[in-house]
């Protein structure tokens, strides 16, 4: 991370790609902060998020792994979102709706009749993975645990940014409030052997084995690259 003053002006990207997510204003810059001993960037909720311009097409298969912790269970709160400038669309967000508590991620445009995976729990200090392995098999993961499917066709739709921590939708701000550790997006599909590494890998980085499920093969040993 680049930051002044204990707060962040940039996120590298470390798969070479050159993705990093930066935020001019100083303002509306997320914290260094920790989280249970762990390094995380804090977002407030109010102003804050990291954004890198990019213009690209949703395509599968495509899987976000997110390990973050949401303060707010009160108010909408967007950790990652994939967008376009229109203020109409919004793909590919892990969120928190709204006065239920509830993860969701969803693909949508205008949100109408979104294809979504909807879990009636707030965000905790957790592994959330949203696994696209094709438009029509999409599952939400929390700590190595299925929580919800959705088998209907997703679209496949031209964006223009990545967006950490904030949604702009239609005119209206809707910001993430707490602690973020680590984002993996990736781009292929992922056998089951492939995912439950990512989940030990980030469980034992982050102190989270406590959550994998007992049976999970890295509950105790730290998985082999």
Known sequence: ???????????????????????????????????????????????????HD????????????????????????????VNDSSLSDRYY??????NSGQKIFYQSRIALNAPSIRVGSSF???IIEAVS???NDNELFSNGTSVGTDTSAWPAPNYDNIT?????????DQYF???????????????????????GYL?????????LPADHPYKTAIPVP
């Not at 470390?14 to 989280?35: E, F, I, L, Y």
């Not at 409030?177 to 989940?199: C, F, N, P, Y």
């Not at 469980?203 to 959550?211: C, I, M, R, S």
């Open 203 to 211: 469980a034992h980085k982050w102190g989270l084995t406590a959550n």
């Open 93 to 98: 967000t892990l969120t928190q709706r709204e």
């Open 124 to 126: 905790n200090t957790e």
């Open 164 to 172: 950490i921590g904030r949604l702009r939708y239609q005119l209206s």
């Open 54 to 81: 990019v213009s690209g097409t949703i395509t599968y298969p495509s899987s976000i792994f997110i390990v973050c912790r949401n303060t707010d269970t009160a108010n909408a709160g967007h950790v990652f979102s």
């Open 133 to 135: 392995n094709a438009s």
């Open 1 to 51: 991370i680049t930051e002044s003053g204990g707060a962040v002006s940039q996120w590298n990207d470390k798969s070479g790609n050159n993705r990093n997510v930066m935020q001019a204003t100083a303002a509306d810059r997320p914290a260094v902060s920790t989280d249970a001993g762990n390094a995380s960037l804090l977002f407030d909720g109010t102003s804050e998020y990291l954004r």
């Open 177 to 199: 409030v707490g602690h973020v550790h680590e984002i993996i997006w990736i781009k292929q599909s992922l056998d089951l052997a492939t995912r439950q590494k990512l989940e």
